[in-house]
T-cell receptor
Framework: SAVISQKPSRDICQRGTSLTIQCQVD?????MFWYRQQPGQSLTLIAT?????????ESGFVIDKFPISRPNLTFSTLTVSNMSPEDSSIYLC????????????FGEGSRLTVL | EDQVTQSPEALRLQEGESSSLNCSYT??????LFWYRQDPGKGPEFLFT???AGEEKEKERLKATLTKKESFLHITAPKPEDSATYLC????????????FGPGTRLSVLP
């Protein structure tokens, strides 16, 4: 398993602003992902954070809205840009520690409320 | 398209009352089926991975089973601390296939 720390744990933001969420892992991991969990719903994959290259985005998510950085194998950031109330959600960082077994481990999440 | 459904949406049990949660899936070649527990305000916590039909995994009061179309999470003599949302997810076998999560079952165990 891996210990995953996310900052901030929660924030209240104004419409039109941007917020960057940080994800720090206690060990080097190959796979890092960012998920969104809207109120009362399950998890939706936003993108795969690739070390040293551009993130791979899922359908419905674009780099201009959700820019992602991954400078090394233990750290990644997700920015939610030009926020609107529809972006109010929990954003979760996730890592895969083994290509063979496939389990994902999650951070505690960052709960964003956009006013 | 890979899909995961879970039933029931919510389940309320008395302490000690055993029951099962269902996860039905369609996937183009199953690599693994995963069960997670999520407490309010927290990220999902990994419970089990199942890889092939007939496989079973156990952890304390929980037992997960897998068939070719569905998985069950059996909860034996639950306690109030088992109250949580239980999520099921599948991953396809082909390279680059990502996890698909179900909507979850919200379990409440009353003392």
């Amino acid at each position: 398993s891996a210990v995953i720390s996310q900052k901030p744990s929660r924030d209240i933001c104004q419409r039109g602003t941007s917020l960057t969420i940080q994800c720090q892992v206690d060990s080097q991991v190959t796979m890092m992902f960012w998920y969104r969990q809207q109120p009362g719903q399950s998890l939706t994959l936003i993108a795969t954070a690739n070390q040293g290259s551009e993130a791979t985005y899922e359908s419905g998510f674009v780099i201009d809205k959700f820019p992602i950085s991954r400078p090394n194998l233990t750290f990644s950031t997700l920015t939610v840009s030009n926020m609107s109330p529809e972006d109010s959600s929990i954003y979760l960082c996730s890592v895969g520690t083994s290509v063979n077994t496939g389990e994902l481990f999650f951070g505690e999440g960052s709960r964003l409320t956009v006013l | 398209e890979d899909q995961v459904t879970q039933s029931p949406e919510a389940l309320r049990l008395q302490e000690g009352e055993s029951s099962s949660l269902n996860c039905s899936y369609t996937v183009s070649g199953l690599r693994g089926l995963f069960w997670y527990r999520q407490d309010p305000g927290k990220g999902p916590e990994f419970l089990f991975t199942l890889y092939s039909a007939g496989e079973e995994k156990e952890k304390e009061r929980l037992k997960a089973t897998l068939t070719k179309k569905e998985s069950f999470l059996h909860i034996t003599a639950p306690k109030p601390e088992d109250s949580a949302t239980y999520l099921c997810a599948v991953q396809g076998r082909f390279y680059g296939q990502n996890f698909v999560f179900g909507p979850g079952t919200r379990l409440s165990v009353l003392p």
